[in-house]
């Protein structure tokens, strides 16, 4: 009878995960190119962080991603096939793999290829280009507005190729900077968070928290309320087996009234690291937004500070 209850929680575990699991994971290889390393691990992290702040979309860890490379004794230089790269993609447990090429232009500027291959069928699913024409000091600018094209339509079955340019300033009188402070103040309800009262989702939140230790304990709040959900099915299923005629009833509902208890407890910790997260984001955001405008006239110049 033990065994059975056992394979019953496994059954329900499994079955739990499967359904909380739906993110699409997505292997980031190392850029390719004739580029010095620091200009790569820049375009890397950039391309990492406008994934993981995509609804639906998991970065696999980069030390995941080296040990099945070297295991396989291969590099991410060296797969220049899709179906390689593909192959490699399912041995990490990847729905994509994220591919990255760079090449320079000229003295200090650079040509940035990068394409999205889906594991299962090894085909090209997203693809986009783009260079930058002021070097190197505006490729993080160039590199975000490549991820946030390349992302902006899921509609599209046509891969795209396109040359990225800065936008061009208009010659203004005036110029307006904001201080690094805001206004704006997170409240909390069970797991949803609101910004000014209006209902904000997971990734804005993460965006929202970026950089600061908020984000810590958000995410270690999710996960636990992620396990207490699962506990508190596998515990129903288990006690719903009860009820079946062969098998004696209070075991059973012990063990099923055990792990409900621990999803139970688990959720009551994810609520407030949750709290803890939200008070913490706004105790940095308490000053007030500060502006400074320069401008000219034809009287001389002038500074504006409004609070």
């Known amino acids: 009878m033990l065994k059975q209850i056992i394979t019953l929680l496994q059954l329900c575990f499994a079955v739990t995960l499967a359904v909380s ?5 997505v292997a980031v290889f190392d ?7 620091s200009i790569k691990d820049i375009v890397r992290e950039e391309v990492s ?15 995941l991603i080296s040990k099945v490379l070297e295991e396989n004794k291969f590099q991410t230089s060296g797969l220049v096939d899709d179906s390689q790269i593909s192959e490699m993609g399912m041995r990490m447990g990847a729905n994509y793999v994220f591919v990255i090429s760079i090449s320079s232009l000229g003295v200090s500027n650079y040509y940035i290829s990068c394409k ?17 024409i ?5 490729i993080v600018d160039v590199v975000r507005r490549l991820m946030k094209d390349m992302f902006s339509s899921e509609t599209s079955g046509v891969t795209q190729s396109t040359s990225i340019l800065p936008k061009t300033q208009p010659m203004v009188s005036k110029k307006t900077e904001y201080s690094e402070v ?24 993460r965006r929202l928290m970026t950089n600061t230790e908020g984000l810590h304990f958000y995410e ?18 288990t006690a719903l087996y009860a009820f079946s005629p062969e098998e004696p009833i209070i075991p059973v509902v012990g ?29 940095r955001n308490q000053s007030s937004q500060v502006i400074y405008q320069f401008g000219t006239t034809p009287h001389g110049m002038g500074m504006v500070i409004n609070f």
């Open 31 to 37: 850029p390719a190119g004739d580029v010095s390393s």
């Open 255 to 283: 063990v099923g009234t055990g792990v409900i208890a621990g999803g139970i407890v688990l959720k009551v910790y994810s609520k407030k690291n949750i709290r803890k997260s939200v008070s913490l984001y706004n105790s």
């Open 220 to 237: 270690k709040g999710l996960s636990q309320r992620r396990w207490g959900n699962i506990l508190i099915w596998t515990g129903v299923c």
């Open 182 to 205: 805001s206004t704006d103040v997170l409240t909390t309800n069970g797991k949803r968070i609101f910004l000014n009262k209006k209902l904000v989702w997971k990734n804005e939140v």
């Open 134 to 138: 002021l070097g190197s000091n505006e």
């Open 49 to 63: 962080a406008a994934l993981v702040n995509i609804a639906g979309y998991t970065v696999l860890e980069r030390s």
């Open 116 to 132: 999205m291959i889906e594991v299962t069928t090894a085909r090209i699913d997203k693809q986009k280009t783009a260079r930058t």
């Open 21 to 25: 699991a739906q993110d699409k994971k």
